[in-house]
């Protein structure tokens, strides 16, 4: 059975989940999904017509140091490419395949704050 990561989570102490989560924050900002995207020569709004959200979106998305695998696995396809995840130890690395197939990207539809949202005007007869 599989553990769940809530159970794992609360086995570290409070000070070993501070020092986690500022080792996370350190390398995302070593990485920055920003460069990443600039890398790709992509815009924000490049990305976010991609992932059909809006532009702010994508920008906490760059911002976030937590967050969940399949937005991962949607930006990084928005930038056209593909996530892989690996375990690293010492004795080999592993690929972990065991991940969900990719789902088809969401269809919000995008407001802007330029024009009035479409509203229901049809005549019922």
Known sequence: MATR????????SPEKRA??????????ERIGFHKLRQ????TQIAVAERLNIGQ?????IERQSDFLLSTLREYV???????????????GDF????LTPPTPPRKRPVQS????AKTGTAKRG
Do not use: M
């Open 39 to 42: 890398a790709r020569q992509k």
């Open 56 to 60: 702010g979106a994508v920008s906490r």
């Open 77 to 91: 396809g928005a930038l056209g490419g593909q996530l892989e995840l690996r375990a690293v130890f010492p004795d």
């Open 95 to 98: 690929v972990i395949e065991t």
């Open 113 to 116: 704050r330029f024009l009035p």
């Open 5 to 12: 990561w809530n159970d794992l989570k609360h086995k570290a």
């Open 19 to 28: 020092q986690l989560k500022q080792q996370a924050n350190a390398e995302l």
